[in-house]
């Protein structure tokens, strides 16, 4: 962006002009937001299969495996923008950041410093819920079961375990398509490789 360019999507987006060039980050890093519902939401649509098998030899009495690797995709699903989206919706396309870019312009500063943050005057970053999201995850799952007579007891061994191969959510059509295995932010939620 040209230091024109930046100024009036600065003040666009409600900065006054006195603090262009003097905007702090949000203090603790955090920008407010605005959050709401959404009356015109609908049914998330899954679309999901599974394929595996189970194992019960016969020279082991009592015990049992089962394999089964999944896949699913959800489309319309419930979500808001990341932050990351919000922000790089505006700023992340150098020739689309104009001071009438919806993008842009739906994101308000605080009209007494500019920055992201403050009292309930400053609106922040935007996060409608729409049905725009899309998750796809896919992955297997095995289940060990081991049953024995001790004599004096009966032995109950079991395991279960799921490996996730991947796990992508993109929150709307435009924002990133981000892989969540292994990671942790604002824009993923826990999602580790291995659960036992």
């Known amino acids: 962006l040209t230091n024109a360019n930046l100024r009036a999507v600065c003040i666009a987006q409600g900065a006054p002009a006195t603090t262009i060039g003097a ?4 203090s603790a890093q955090q920008a407010n937001g605005t959050f709401g519902g959404n009356p015109n939401l ?5 679309k999901t299969w599974t394929v595996g098998s189970v ?12 394999v089964d690797y999944f896949n699913i995709k959800v489309t319309g699903a419930v979500s808001s923008p990341t932050s990351g989206d919000v922000i790089g ?3 992340n396309n150098l020739s689309a950041s104009s001071a009438t870019n919806p993008a842009c312009t739906s994101i308000r500063r ?19 819920l729409s049905n725009l999201g899309r998750i796809t995850t896919d992955g297997v799952d095995v289940a060990i079961r081991y049953k024995r007579d001790l004599g004096f007891a ?7 375990g799921t490996w996730n191969n991947s796990n992508k ?10 892989e969540c295995i292994g990671f942790y932010s604002p ?10």
């Not at 905007?23 to 949000?26: D, V």
């Not at 609908?42 to 899954?46: I, L, M, R, T």
């Not at 605080?110 to 409608?128: A, I, V, Y």
């Open 187 to 196: 824009n993923c939620n826990i999602q580790p490789e291995y659960v036992f």
């Open 154 to 160: 009966d032995l109950n061994w079991s395991f279960d």
């Open 110 to 128: 605080s009209p007494l410093t500019g920055g992201l943050d403050g009292g309930s005057e400053t609106l922040g970053l935007p996060f409608p």
């Open 169 to 178: 959510f993109q929150a709307t059509p435009t924002g990133l398509n981000r």
């Open 42 to 46: 609908g049914v998330e649509v899954a």
């Open 89 to 91: 919706a505006c700023f």
């Open 55 to 66: 194992w019960q030899p016969e020279f082991v009495s009592n015990f049992s495996m089962s």
């Open 23 to 26: 905007i702090a980050n949000p």
